[in-house]
């Protein structure tokens, strides 16, 4: 790097740090709009009305031709462009302004929609999860102006969380509108605070509704109990088979269970802190660590409907319902890992119970290619702003949206990075970003542009 760059890409990064309260106060904007994509739970009206924030926060930062588009889950994706300068290539930035809804309120330190600091962490739904990705994209181009040297395309999704699909149809109907020879999809992030990371991989995603039925309604078990088949148990009993019962380990007829992963590992002692796992409790699963998250199926058990505890009675369980998801790692294919899971489940149901179990949906795995210019940009810029190398990590997390990125710009780098570290929380009570990485992943998205733009051909992604 020549002196005169070095001196561009200080007064750059001096820039970002300038720009941080105002940071705060975007984060603290959007955190207070509880844009849950969910109708039952919270009006449709404050996903708009975050849209509309994301939208004119974004024309402000220079993009042109910024819309709202209705997709075809009926939610509303923001998108809007900026044309290279002649030569350049373009960067598409992704995010999305839904969130997760806050679960239990009384779990939370401080109110889910108020953005609060403590312990140099800002608290709220939403702070890492994607709306500091929002405010990380912001900062960058702000810090910027004038002064971006490719070609911008921008999309913030209203649906992500949900599971919906709504961009993901919207892309494959106008591939036009997100052309780009790199993608940024910014919702992940580092392994740790201060480590620059690349998340190269995703599990994919198959779950589904099972019920079990075994009584035309529920009977006395004083009179009945024993030979009067218990639906709860039988569901139980499904359910537990879906696991090794010393090691607990995901076992589901029909698919490895063996793989192992080739990036950076994940020490267990982090691990079990980042997870909260309690003193004396077991890991689940053998080898690695790493192994287990990103190189193998997963089988979690996300709710059951049965009697509570509270107000239930001396009776029989007539049925029983359970939502299982399975996360399928990269080189599996999600639909066999669903049609597997329902044959498991199905061959495991005891005593001639009926069993239905419906399919949710499924996700397919991702694995990004990163031996191009975009990647090489992206080192770069991690190692100016972290001091070291940049990490390959595996996500646990699915997002659908990259696997039709990739069939529909298969030339094009697709880049998964973000503030999204695992002491963020994201989806649980007290989900929090530490601000040191707003401002840090902002400094290595703009150097990244600055870098890319030199380094990258305008016809990657065509």
Known sequence: ????????????????????????????ELVAIPSVADPRQYPPEECHKAARWVADAITDAGLHDVRLVETPDGSHAVIG???????????????????QPPLDDDAWTTPPFTLTERDGRWYGRGAADCKGNIVMHLTALRALGDDIP??????????????????????????????????????????????GTATVS????????????????????????????????????????????????????????????????YDEEQFRTDAGVLDGVRLT???????????????????????????????????????VSLRVPPGMNAETACAALIAHLRAAAPWGVRVDIEPEGTGAPFRAATDGPAYAA?????????????????????????N????????????????EEPRCLIHAPNESVDPTEIEHMAQVEALFLRHFSAAASPTAAR
């Open 1 to 28: 790097m020549n002196a005169q760059a070095s001196s561009a890409d200080t007064e750059l990064r001096r820039r970002i740090t300038d720009l941080m309260p105002r940071a705060k106060t975007d984060l603290t």
């Open 81 to 99: 462009h900026r044309p290279p300068p002649p030569g350049a290539p373009t960067v598409l930035l992704y995010c999305h302004y839904d969130v």
């Open 150 to 195: 490719v070609g911008l395309r921008f999309v913030a999704e209203g649906s992500e969380e949900q599971g919906t699909g709504g961009l993901e149809a919207y892309v494959t109907e106008h591939p036009e509108e997100f052309l780009a020879d790199a993608l940024l999809v910014c919702d992940t992030g580092n392994a740790a605070v201060g480590i």
């Open 202 to 265: 995703l599990r994919g995603l198959a779950a589904v509704v099972v019920t079990v039925d075994t009584l035309q309604g529920e009977v006395h078990s004083g009179m009945f109990g024993g030979p009067a088949p218990d639906a709860l148990a039988a569901l139980i009993q499904m359910l537990a088979s879906l696991r090794d019962p010393e090691t607990g380990a995901t076992r589901i007829d029909g698919l490895d269970a063996e793989g192992t992963w080739d990036g950076v590992g």
């Open 285 to 323: 699963g053998t080898d690695r660590v790493a192994d287990r998250l990103w190189a193998r199926p997963a089988v979690t058990v996300l709710g059951i409907d049965c009697p509570p505890v509270v107000g239930s009675s001396a009776a029989v369980p007539a049925t029983a319902r359970a939502r």
């Open 378 to 402: 992206l080192g770069t810029a991690m190692a100016e702003v972290y001091g070291r190398p940049m990490s390959f990590l595996g996500q646990g997390g699915s997002i659908p949206l990259c």
């Open 404 to 419: 039709v990125l990739a069939a529909t710009y298969p030339r094009a780098e697709i880049v998964l990075m973000g503030v």
